[in-house]
């Protein structure tokens, strides 16, 4: 909605919303392009912004508003980030989308990498597939509980003002951390592509 908000009568000086918007644009463009390189970023850009719009969008939602108080009879209202299962998820699709780029690039050929520069390191290079996304999911996971947590504990405490500059810097707290696994992911899906062109 904001995107069409934004681009609905384009000007070729843009001003106001239109020049907001361009700006996200250009930043989420930055993202891909500083980690995957000039010349093959422009399709990893809707995966990544997608990755860095929603990631945001679910943080905020939980620094937000201190759903934790609201009690209900089964589970919990909480920010999505704050569940395990969907940092995992997001993780396993940036890991997905690694290989792809790998694959794509290169074809079978992507595997050697394995045994690079000595087939001693191949139990390593297949370990840290494995921790990528693992590393992904908890640092985001956890960064997203403890500040949901620290809010809740504060407003229970001392319901009244006190509270907010913490709920501020939560706000930017979960923005670093959907720059972090966007940046981390482009930059995930850069290293599988590169030295790749003979």
């Known amino acids: ?78 920010a999505p980030t704050n569940d395990i299962n969907t940092t995992v998820a997001l993780a396993l699709l940036t890991s997905l989308a690694y290989f792809y780029a790998g694959l794509s690039k290169k074809g079978l050929g992507y595997f050697a990498r394995y045994i690079q520069p000595t087939p001693v390191l191949l139990p390593i290079n297949i370990l840290e597939d494995f921790t990528k996304p693992l590393s992904l999911s908890f640092r985001l996971f956890g960064n997203v509980l403890a500040d949901e947590l620290v809010v809740s504990v504060f407003v229970l405490l001392i319901p009244v003002l006190i509270p907010l500059p913490v709920m501020i810097l939560g706000l ?25 062109e003979e």
């Open 1 to 78: 909605m904001l995107s069409f908000l934004g681009t609905r009568n384009l000007q070729r000086i843009p001003e106001n919303f239109q020049n907001f918007m361009e700006f996200i644009l250009e930043f989420l463009q930055d993202i891909a392009k500083n980690q995957i390189g000039e010349k093959e970023y422009r399709p990893w850009v809707p995966y990544i912004a997608t990755l860095f719009l929603f990631i945001l969008g679910c943080n905020w939602a939980g620094a937000l508003i201190p759903w934790k108080l609201i009690h209900l009879p089964e589970g919990e209202l909480a």
């Open 172 to 196: 930017f707290a979960s923005s670093i951390q959907a720059l972090i696994f966007s940046t981390l992911s482009a930059a995930y899906i850069g290293e599988a592509m590169e030295g790749h």
